[in-house]
Nanobody
Framework: QVQLVESGGGLVQAGGSLRLSCVAS????????MSWYRQAPGKQRELVAT???????NYVESVKGRFTMSRDDAKNTVYLQMNSLRPEDTAVYYC????????????WGQGTQVTVSS
């Protein structure tokens, strides 16, 4: 059974920083692409950042240069370091694992709220 548990969200002023963590169970990190998504009120869920098993990362344009995704396989954890936060970053952030072997499956965490005040 795969479980993803996020933490680290909260309320921060614009320009501040937060670090989100996602602890994964079930040895999923070695067989999945890990991602962070976010969903703001009234908006569709948006892919924010992705990291492969080899450590390659990709980011949505709006967070490039501000957010950094990393992984610590020994701790079964992926992180999202968020700097220079803006009010438009306010959303619920979700951790996602998509398996790289068939059958392709998606696993989601419960989400963590990030609120950036202006």
């Amino acid at each position: 059974q795969v479980q993803l548990v996020e933490s680290g969200g909260g309320l921060v002023q614009a320009g501040g920083s937060l670090r989100l963590s996602c602890v994964a169970s079930g040895s999923i990190l070695s067989r999945a692409v890990m991602s962070w998504y976010r969903q703001a009120p009234g908006k569709q869920r948006e892919l924010v950042a992705t990291i492969t098993s080899s450590g390659s990362t990709n980011y949505v344009e709006s967070v490039k240069g501000r957010f950094t995704m990393s992984r610590d396989d020994a701790k079964n954890t992926v992180y999202l370091q968020m700097n220079s936060l803006r009010p438009e970053d306010t959303a619920v952030y979700y951790c996602n694992a998509r398996t790289i072997f068939l059958p392709i499956r998606d696993y989601w965490g419960q989400g963590t709220q990030v609120t950036v005040s202006s």
